[in-house]
């Protein structure tokens, strides 16, 4: 390599501190997680959330070609300096940027460093390349539940009936789904689901004390964060149906670094009570029952004057 090319390697330790990416790269002491780098460097808006800013430069790095001389500021210069990044796109899709390929060599892999150490380039590469390829840091969730806190399933609002006799236009769907389920305003409800990890090929309880269950009608009415059973991976939040009724959708989007999207979405209705279920004296009400009763017995009294009373001739 020309004399003008050696300054063109880096050794970095500024990785990304997340044991979900980097595995057990993450788990390595602070001596012993120097990359060696050898390419060109890049920049990533900070306004870009997708991307994730896996390996950064030095203070001292820089990105510039070497061969010419640098009479303005470097394209990127410092922390700024992106050796690596990966992003991770909406649909779970994922793609790693870096300007080496030296990077991923044996030649690299077998390198020591100045300190004596061997470079971490072989498992920052194996576990980076996990991650990228959809071996870790992958989510899935299943057996989604909800129902009363007595246990009790929501009620059916219409049920599917068969009417082979008429055409299908006579009698259109209601704006009602068939077969939704519903449940009562002031319910207590319990919303499960559970959450499994991909772990070296197996799938494993999920745990986590940051996940949140949404109930939504355009916007949140309820927020709850859900508690998690590490043994069975099973997520659980309960909470008392709002006091407004109509379509609902139970919401769990559950976005961390690292880690696979998680996006669960149910529709249920809430329903106003019945003219059956009201309580039949309600203490609030107290005053328009009393003004009612005095309201006849006024004018109880009043027709018994009036009819009562005979009119004296002068």
């Not at 820089?62 to 210069?77: F, G, M, T």
Request: glycine letters at 6%; a positive charge.
């Amino acid at each position: 390599m020309p004399n003008s090319l050696l300054h063109a390697g880096v050794v970095s330790t500024n990785a990304v501190k997340s044991s979900v990416v980097l595995g057990s790269f993450a788990d390595l002491p602070a001596t012993k997680q120097g990359v060696l780098f050898r390419g060109i460097g890049h920049a990533v808006d900070d306004k870009n959330v997708l991307a994730l800013k896996v390996l950064r430069g030095n203070p001292t790095t820089y990105s510039a070609n070497p061969a010419k001389p640098i009479d303005d500021y470097p394209e990127n210069a410092g922390a700024d300096t992106l050796l690596a990044t990966a992003m991770q796109a909406r649909n779970n899709a994922r793609i790693l940027f870096t300007g080496s390929t030296a990077l991923f060599s044996n030649a690299f892999f077998r390198t020591k460093l100045a300190s004596g150490e061997l470079a971490a380039n072989e498992v920052f590469c194996a576990e980076l390349s996990k991650w990228v390829f959809g071996q870790s840091g992958v989510l899935r969730f299943r057996d989604i539940t909800h129902h009363k806190s007595d246990g009790t399933p929501p009620d059916v609002i219409l049920h599917e009936k068969e009417r082979p006799d008429l055409p299908q236009s006579l009698y259109p769907d209601p704006e009602i789904t068939r077969n939704s389920l519903v449940y009562r305003i002031k319910d207590e409800i319990v919303y499960s689901m559970i959450v499994e990890e991909s772990v070296n090929g197996q799938w494993k309880p999920f745990a986590a004390n940051d996940m949140q269950m949404e109930f939504v009608m355009l916007d949140p009415h309820v927020r709850k964060t859900m508690s998690s059973d590490a043994k069975t991976g099973r997520f659980v939040a309960s909470f008392i149906a709002p006091d407004n009724y109509g379509v609902f959708k139970f919401r769990v989007l559950y976005r961390r670094q690292g880690y696979s999207v998680l996006h669960a979405e149910t529709h249920v209705s809430i329903r106003p009570f019945k003219h059956n279920e009201y309580e039949r004296f309600i203490f609030s009400a107290y005053p328009y029952y009393s003004s009612a009763i005095s309201a006849l017995v006024a004018f109880f009294l009043f027709s018994v004057a009036f009819l009562g009373t005979k009119e004296k001739k002068g």
